[in-house]
Structure formats: structure tokens, C-alpha cells
């Protein structure tokens, strides 16, 4: 029984939560970003290799701040933050040209940009740092007053950085979009019936670039959370398979960002519990199986998903009668 006292503690359950609650939001934003996608019928499975352009983006954008813009202090892991926006925008422009104007296949177009994702933010990386192990201040966490300091349920939500904040704050807004204005209806439009929508005035490809801008846009932000607000390092393959899960994500929640927010709290979880568990090096559990979890929780989830929501259009180009 001793063996398992250091699970059963406040404390251990408390990191846990607290730590599934922020790394959670990687996999929440990039999981958001391809709702949007694929709510108007494009399927973007090339979410890894955006998110490693996000990652690379505000790393090096942040770098550069601390370097070079020694005032700028707190705004650095902003301006790291708007530089995987921008990345992810790019790597979204090149998967819109592909799929909708160039209507190749969507599977082999996401392939594509995973591979161009891993070659250039590997290839840019080297050049830019060399072999050094280069680091920057990660965002610091901003504590609400009052809340924070309440027992179990302040650490668990209410002392984190600003970047899972607002990381709520696009959900609710991802949600709204969808769902309460005429630009979400125009989007599920043409992910449902793209020649009905044509037929109705709405430009099916225009109203795809954005979704898919918008998309890759959260991904590359998911992605400069990862190293901006987290970890405050960079390496080869940082993401670790968070744009796959991501898409799993995606069709465990249905299509909705209010269960993607569930799913990213499961997985995060997952990770949080094989952490903690390695921390306390416990004889008994090979280091092996934890880190099995969050993959192994990721199959599981496919097995039990169900594609009966998914958009009837998805993944299929519109070519205009």
C-alpha cells in the first residue's frame, strides 16, 4: 500500500489537474482551428507541421525580442504569440491553394505540409542556433486575484499563464462564430451542400480560404503556445504527434468546440499523470508504458468515434456546374 500513498495525496491530484488544464491548450487551439477547417469541408491533416511553424515562429520571434528589444520585457511572449499567427497563416495559405483553388487530394495535400513542416522548421532552426540548446523566458504565469489562492480549485484554474486564458476566450469565440453569426452559416453551408450554398449567393471558395486561414491560423498559435508559454526551448519534432491528436480530437468531439475542450482536457490529463508519474520514478511501472498514455488514449478514441456528424462535403473539392 505504500507504494501507492504518493497518488492518493491533495497535492498529487492537484498538479495533475493543474497540469492537464495547461497542456491542454496546444492541442485545444490546434483541435479549434481544424473545426473551422473542416466545418467547411476541407480536411487538413497537415495540423503537426503547422504547429511545428507555429512553435518555431514564436520561438524565434521571442528570441529575437529579448535580444535585440531589451525593453520590451513582458511583451515579448506576445509578439512570439502573433509570430505563430502569422506562420500559421502562411502554412494554411499553402494547403488553401492546394485544396481548394488547385483541388488536389486534401489527404496527400496535409501529408505534404507535414513533411514541409518538419524539413524547414528543422532546417531553420540549425541555422539560426547552430547545435546550441537555445532558450528563452517562457510566459509567467498571471494569478487571478483572489481566486487563485482558493483551496484545490484555485491552482487547478485560476493561476495560469495569459495564454490559456485566452485560449477560453477563442473557444467561446470559435463557438459564437459558428453558431450565432451568418459568416458560421455560411461556413457549415458549404461544408454540408457547397452547390446549394453556391446557389444561394455564397462564394464557396472564398468563404474555404478563410476558414481554412482561420484554421491554421489557432493551429500556429497552438503551436507557439507549446514553446512561448511552456516549455521556453525549441527541438526537432517539438510537437510530439499534438497535431495528430488533434485531429483525433476533432472527430471525438463531433465537430464541436465545446467537446473539444473536454477531449483536450482528457489528453491533457494524460500527459499531466504520465509527468507526475515519472517525477515520482516508481519501480513498479515501466517509464515505457507512461509514455504510451496520451497515444494509447489517442487509438481509444478512434476506436469509440463516430463520423456520422462529420461535414458531407468534407474532403471533397467543389468544382462550380
Given at each position: 500500500m505504500s507504494e501507492f500513498e504518493p497518488l492518493l495525496t491533495t497535492s498529487f491530484l492537484v498538479g495533475v489537474l493543474a497540469g492537464?488544464?495547461?497542456?491542454?491548450?496546444?492541442?485545444?487551439?490546434?483541435?479549434?482551428g481544424e473545426i473551422v477547417t473542416e466545418r467547411a469541408g476541407v480536411l487538413n491533416l497537415g495540423l503537426e507541421g503547422i504547429m511545428l511553424a507555429g512553435a518555431l515562429a514564436g520561438f524565434m520571434a521571442t528570441s529575437w525580442a529579448e535580444h535585440e528589444l531589451p525593453g520590451a520585457g513582458g511583451a515579448a511572449p506576445w509578439l512570439g504569440l502573433g509570430a505563430g499567427v502569422l506562420a500559421g497563416l502562411a502554412m494554411g495559405l499553402v494547403m488553401a491553394v492546394l485544396s481548394v483553388s488547385l483541388r488536389t487530394d486534401q489527404v496527400v495535400a496535409g501529408i505534404m505540409l507535414v513533411a514541409l513542416g518538419y524539413g524547414a522548421?528543422?532546417?531553420?532552426?540549425?541555422?539560426?542556433?547552430?547545435?546550441?540548446?537555445?532558450?528563452?523566458?517562457?510566459?509567467?504565469?498571471?494569478?487571478?486575484?483572489?481566486?487563485?489562492?482558493?483551496?484545490?480549485?484555485?491552482?487547478?484554474?485560476?493561476?495560469?499563464?495569459?495564454?490559456?486564458?485566452?485560449?477560453?476566450?477563442i473557444l467561446a469565440g470559435v463557438s459564437f462564430l459558428l453558431f450565432r453569426t451568418t459568416w458560421g452559416l455560411a461556413?457549415?453551408?458549404?461544408?454540408?451542400?457547397?452547390?446549394?450554398?453556391?446557389?444561394?449567393?455564397?462564394?464557396?471558395?472564398?468563404?474555404?480560404?478563410?476558414?481554412?486561414?482561420?484554421?491554421?491560423?489557432?493551429?500556429?498559435?497552438?503551436?507557439?503556445?507549446?514553446?512561448?508559454?511552456?516549455?521556453?526551448?525549441?527541438?526537432?519534432?517539438?510537437?510530439?504527434?499534438?497535431?495528430w491528436i488533434a485531429v483525433a480530437l476533432v472527430i471525438f468531439a463531433r465537430w464541436r468546440p465545446g467537446l473539444a475542450l473536454a477531449g483536450a482536457?482528457?489528453?491533457?490529463?494524460?500527459?499531466?499523470?504520465?509527468?507526475?508519474?515519472?517525477?515520482?520514478?516508481?519501480?513498479?511501472?515501466?517509464?515505457?508504458?507512461?509514455?504510451?498514455?496520451?497515444?494509447?488514449?489517442?487509438?481509444?478514441?478512434?476506436m469509440r468515434a463516430r463520423t456520422e456528424d462529420a461535414p458531407a462535403a468534407l474532403g471533397t473539392p467543389y468544382v462550380k456546374e
Open positions: 492537464a488544464v495547461r497542456l491542454a491548450v496546444p492541442i485545444l487551439l490546434a483541435a479549434l522548421t528543422a532546417y531553420i532552426y540549425r541555422e539560426a542556433f547552430g547545435s546550441l540548446t537555445a532558450r528563452i523566458a517562457p510566459m509567467g504565469p498571471a494569478p487571478v486575484p483572489g481566486l487563485a489562492e482558493l483551496p484545490v480549485i484555485g491552482p487547478v484554474l485560476f493561476a495560469h499563464d495569459p495564454a490559456t486564458y485566452l485560449s477560453l476566450a461556413i457549415r453551408a458549404v461544408g454540408e451542400r457547397p452547390a446549394a450554398a453556391d446557389t444561394a449567393g455564397i462564394d464557396v471558395a472564398r468563404t474555404r480560404y478563410a476558414a481554412v486561414l482561420v484554421g491554421s491560423a489557432l493551429t500556429g498559435l497552438g503551436g507557439a503556445v507549446l514553446t512561448v508559454a511552456q516549455l521556453g526551448i525549441f527541438k526537432e519534432g517539438v510537437t510530439a504527434g499534438r497535431g482536457l482528457l489528453f491533457g490529463c494524460a500527459t499531466a499523470l504520465q509527468f507526475r508519474l515519472q517525477a515520482l520514478n516508481l519501480p513498479w511501472l515501466p517509464y515505457e508504458v507512461l509514455l504510451m498514455l496520451p497515444y494509447l488514449l489517442t487509438l481509444l478514441v478512434l
